[in-house]
């Protein structure tokens, strides 16, 4: 069974940077052809998918957060890390990594991907 789990900090300040780490047990991010995915829902708004990076070590990002996302990857821990920069309290959401078989650029329902992390709560705040 497959497992991702979240972790970084819950409270980031205006203008730093966003670090998340995605910890993947039960399979490696290198075998097979999976999407390895970060998503986010901002409070009262659908989930917003915000790129991935395959097995293989190609990366794909939204076009609307391009500018400011950074996704790279450990091998050697089995993990997946998301950076965004100059952060705004737009970007308070929860955070999710989730794997999908193919390619998703948006998120129309859960089931488009076969596992999720719990979640972990950003708030941007001074």
């Known amino acids: 069974q497959v497992q991702l789990q979240e972790s970084g900090p819950g409270l980031v300040k205006p203008s ?16 097979n ?4 995915s970060w998503i986010r829902q901002p409070p009262g ?11 293989s070590g190609s990366i794909y990002y939204s076009p609307s957060l391009k500018m400011r996302t950074s ?8 993990q997946f890390t998301l950076q965004v920069s100059s952060v705004t309290p737009e970007d308070t959401a929860v955070y999710y ?4 078989a193919t390619l998703r650029v948006r998120v129309r ?14 708030t941007v705040s001074s």
Do not use: H
């Open 33 to 36: 052809y999976y999407y390895w």
């Open 109 to 122: 329902n859960r089931s488009e991907f076969e596992y999720w992390g719990q979640g972990t709560q950003v």
């Open 45 to 55: 708004k659908g989930l917003e998918w915000m790129g991935a990076i395959t097995s």
């Open 97 to 100: 990594c989730a794997r999908a």
């Open 71 to 78: 996704i790279s990857r450990d091998t050697s821990k089995n």
């Open 16 to 31: 730093q940077t966003l670090s998340l780490t995605c910890t993947v047990s039960g399979g490696s991010i290198t075998t």
